[in-house]
């Protein structure tokens, strides 16, 4: 019920943004930027890059505000572009994914060290090593399966919507689902 | 019931079950199966373990000048999309392949006009000659008038 209300606001907000209401973009961005880009990072591992195609998105989504008709959810049109875009960045851009810059890493692992209230230099060495392994996994798997996993698992999107983001069937997606969610298992069952 | 395992249509079941999003019918007969099923208990038991460790990884916080950096390339895209609207009209015209071909023809035509002018000039000329050829017969018809009239017979009388 929640989440219909929730679409039933990101769709009038974006039918406010196509009668020239840019206070309503304004609101949408405010709702759907961190997840966007999240989703972006996760699915490139790269925050610049992930931050550039976001903004790509939500450019798009301003542009085609004049033939928007809100037929399907807005986060579904709106993980259908992002996913779109780093689809294509990851076609465009195989190689650059296998190796995370140190940078990123440094960053992440600042974070952590705010949230942790500092951590032992090994327990930061261990945590950081673990999330190697977790990002190594997520970007080991299949492009399209690396998409779905992050859209189930982080977005909570329904398998409905991953299939039109996906442009696929439902069952597809439990079949793409599963498959992802095997290999996971299989690659981080060291980590137990 | 069928294990799911047993069942790769149906296996993302376990999925489900796992992230309770079920209905209650469903979710009681997954775990009566679950109970007696070491194959899906060990699924499950990883599968959990697999979510514990995606929820660790926490992506960092977006820039903080994520959006003014965004409305400033709207902007730019919009500046530009006038400019584009501005001359969508005469655009596809420009772009066909035949105007360089025009562009040459009226180049030849316009040369060809700017070299004409030369032949005014030679036609003032032949008209420059034709007027002194008149003058010239009109000279000698005044002669001729005035050699009738006697004005010459002296002239003529010492012939």
């Known amino acids: 019920m929640a989440a219909a209300i929730a679409l039933e606001h990101d769709a009038e907000l974006m039918v406010r943004v196509r009668e020239g209401d840019t206070a309503s973009f304004t ?21 610049a890059v992930a931050e550039e195609l976001a903004q790509e998105v939500f450019l798009r989504v301003y542009k085609s505000r004049a033939g928007y008709e809100p037929s399907a959810k807005f986060t579904t049109w709106l993980f259908r572009i992002a996913t779109h875009l780093a689809l294509n960045w990851i076609r465009d851009n195989k190689g650059s994914l296998q190796t995370q810059s140190l940078d990123e890493q440094i960053l992440e692992g600042a974070e952590r060290q ?26 080991l798997l299949p492009a399209k399966q690396r998409a779905a996993v992050l859209m189930h698992k982080y977005e909570e999107l329904e398998y409905s919507q991953i299939a039109k983001v996906l442009e696929c069937s439902e069952s597809a997606v439990k079949s793409l689902l599963f498959r992802a969610y095997e290999t996971l298992r299989a690659r981080l069952a060291h980590l137990r | ?49 697999v979510w514990s460790a995606l929820d660790a990884w926490e992506p960092a916080p977006v820039s903080t000048d994520f959006n003014r950096r965004l409305y400033a390339r709207i902007e730019r895209e919009e500046a530009a999309g006038f400019w584009k609207r501005l001359f969508a009209p005469v655009t596809p015209v420009l772009l066909r392949p035949a105007l360089p071909v025009a562009a040459a023809c009226l180049l030849v035509v316009g040369t060809l006009l700017f070299q004409t002018p030369q032949e005014p000039s030679l036609g003032k000329q032949a008209g420059a000659e034709l007027v002194d050829l008149d003058q010239v017969e009109k000279a000698l018809d005044d002669m001729e008038m005035l050699r009738q009239m006697g004005v010459f017979a002296g002239s003529e009388g010492g012939v």
């Open chain 1, 27 to 47: 609101q949408l961005l405010e709702r759907h930027r961190t997840s966007v880009v999240h989703f972006l990072y996760r699915m490139v591992q790269n925050q």
């Open chain 1, 114 to 139: 705010v949230r942790d209230r500092a951590p032992s230099v090994e327990q930061k060495m261990v945590r950081e090593a673990r999330m190697e392994e977790i990002r190594k996994a997520i970007r």
């Open chain 2, 1 to 49: 019931m069928i294990c799911p395992m047993q069942d790769r249509e149906n296996a993302a079941i376990l999925l489900d079950y796992c992230d309770r999003r079920l209905d209650t019918d469903l979710m009681r007969r997954i775990s009566s199966h679950v109970e007696v099923c070491v194959e899906c208990q060990n699924v499950l038991a990883a599968q959990r373990q």
